[in-house]
C-alpha cells in the first residue's frame, strides 16, 4: 500500500504539470467540495426549519383534541383530564372550548378562533414563550381578557385595553341561525406565534368560552401536549376509540401538517439533487483518470514489466482519484461545519447590508432563516461522496490494469 501511495503522488505530481488535466481535476475537486457544502448547509437550513416549527407551532397548537359532538361537551371533565395525565406519552392535557365568530373593533370586522382555557389548573409553560408576562399575569387576572395574535391587532390598530366585541354565530336544532350572541372582551396582551397563525388566533378564559358556546359541561374537549409530538396521529386515535364517549379526534398534522410536509418533501429533493451534483463531479475524476491512465501508459507498461501486480496499479490509480476526492470532501464538509451554525447571523448581516427580507414574517411563521447543524447529516453525506468517488475510480483503474505492456512500449 505505501508504494502505491508513492506511485499515485508521483502520478499526480505529473498530471499537474499538464494544465488541461489538472484544471478538469480541479473542477472535479471543486465540484465535489461544493456539493457536499451546499448539501450540508441547506439540510442544516431544514433542521432548522422543523425546530422552529416543534418549539413555535406545537408549542402552542395542541398535538392532539378530543372534543364532544354535542353541546353537552366533555361529561365529567376534571376526572378525563386526570386519567390522560397518567398516560406516559402524554406531557399534558387540559380542558377547552373553542368558538368561532367575527372580531368587532369600532367598524373593523376580522374573524377570529379563540381558544377558552382553564388558566388556574393545567401548565401554560408554552404559551409564556409567545406572550410576555406582564401580558399574561393580566390574562390570568381578568376573567373578560382576551389574548391575540399580532396580525390581529395590527390590522384592528388595537393596543391594551381596548373594549372588543366578538359575535359568535347561534344556530337551533334546525340549523336556522339567530341573531349572532355578543361577547365583550378586553384585550391583555398579544400572542407572538409568527405566520397566518397570528392572523385569526386568539386566547380567552374557559368560562367565558363555554358560556358563549353554550357547553353545559364546562369544556367542549381536551387538548393534549405529547412527549413525541410526531407520534400524535396514532396516540389520538389510540386513546380516541377507548374514550367513553362519542368525541371527534384531531392532531396537529391535520392543521398544520402541510408545514412539516413542506419541509420533508424539500429535504428529500435537496438530498437528490445535490447527490447527483456530487455525482456529475465524479465523472470529471473519471475524465481525469482516463486521460491520466492514456499519458502514463509507458509508465504502467514499465512497471509491469519490472513485475509490478494488477492490484498495485489499480491501487496507485484509484488512490489518485481517491486524492482529488477527499480534498473536496474535506474542504466542503469543513467550510458547511463553519458556515451553517452561523447561517442565521450570516443571512441577518446581508438582509441588514442590502436592506432586504428573506422571511417575511406575515406569510412565514418565522421572519429568518433558521439552522442546526445535526452530525449525522454531515457523516451521511461524507459516506455518500466518498462512496461515489470511489466508485468513480473503478473504471479508470480497471483500464489501467489493461494495459498491453508490448503495445503500449511500441506505441
Known amino acids: 500500500m505505501k508504494l502505491a501511495w508513492q506511485l499515485a503522488r508521483r502520478f499526480r505530481q505529473a498530471k499537474q504539470k499538464n494544465r488541461y488535466i489538472s484544471f478538469i481535476s480541479f473542477s472535479s475537486t471543486f465540484g465535489i467540495g461544493l456539493g457536499c457544502f451546499v448539501l450540508i448547509t441547506l439540510l442544516s437550513v431544514m433542521n432548522g426549519f422543523e425546530r422552529e416549527l416543534t418549539q413555535r407551532i406545537l408549542a402552542v397548537i395542541p398535538h392532539g383534541e378530543l372534543y364532544s359532538i354535542s353541546n353537552e361537551g366533555i361529561e365529567k371533565w376534571p376526572q378525563v383530564v386526570k386519567t390522560l395525565q397518567s398516560d406516559t406519552r402524554i406531557a399534558s392535557v387540559e380542558p377547552y372550548t373553542k368558538i368561532t365568530g367575527m372580531l368587532q373593533h369600532k367598524a373593523a370586522l376580522k374573524p377570529v378562533e379563540l381558544t377558552g382555557l382553564d388558566v388556574s389548573g393545567a401548565s401554560h409553560d408554552n404559551w409564556l414563550e409567545q406572550v410576555t408576562p406582564a401580558a399574561w399575569q393580566r390574562f390570568v387576572k381578568q376573567p373578560d381578557g382576551v389574548l391575540l395574535g399580532q396580525g390581529l391587532v395590527n390590522k384592528l390598530q388595537l393596543k391594551t385595553g381596548d373594549t372588543l366585541s366578538v359575535l359568535v354565530p347561534v344556530t337551533t336544532d334546525d340549523l336556522a341561525f339567530k341573531a349572532p350572541k355578543m361577547v365583550k372582551l378586553t384585550l391583555v396582551g398579544v400572542l407572538s406565534i409568527g405566520g397566518e397563525l397570528d392572523n385569526y388566533l386568539g386566547m380567552m378564559h374557559l368560562g367565558l368560552a363555554s358560556q358563549a358556546a353554550n357547553i353545559t359541561s364546562g369544556a367542549q374537549g381536551v387538548r393534549v401536549m405529547l412527549n413525541d409530538p410526531f407520534a400524535a396521529k396514532s396516540v389520538m386515535r389510540e386513546i380516541g376509540f377507548d374514550f367513553p364517549q362519542a368525541v371527534y379526534m384531531s392532531d396537529w398534522t391535520r392543521t398544520q401538517g402541510h408545514l412539516y410536509n413542506d419541509i420533508q418533501l424539500v429535504r428529500t429533493v435537496v438530498y437528490i439533487v445535490l447527490t447527483l451534483v456530487i455525482a456529475v463531479a465524479c465523472f470529471n475524476i473519471v475524465s481525469t483518470l482516463v486521460m491520466s491512465v492514456r499519458e502514463k501508459r509507458a509508465a504502467i507498461a514499465i512497471l509491469k514489466t519490472m513485475g509490478a501486480q494488477d492490484t498495485l496499479i489499480r491501487q ?96
Open 316 to 411: 496507485a490509480f484509484m488512490l489518485q482519484g481517491l486524492t482529488n476526492g477527499i480534498i473536496g470532501i474535506a474542504a466542503g464538509t469543513l467550510m458547511a461545519v463553519l458556515i451553517a451554525p452561523n447561517l442565521s447571523i450570516i443571512v441577518k448581516a446581508i438582509e441588514n447590508l442590502f436592506n432586504t427580507e428573506i422571511l417575511s414574517g406575515d406569510i412565514y411563521f418565522i421572519d429568518f432563516l433558521p439552522s442546526q447543524l445535526e452530525t449525522m447529516d454531515v457523516v451521511v453525506t461524507v459516506v455518500v461522496a466518498i462512496i461515489l468517488v470511489v466508485l468513480a475510480t473503478l473504471y479508470p483503474a480497471s483500464r489501467a490494469v489493461k494495459v498491453a505492456p508490448a503495445s503500449a512500449l511500441n506505441g
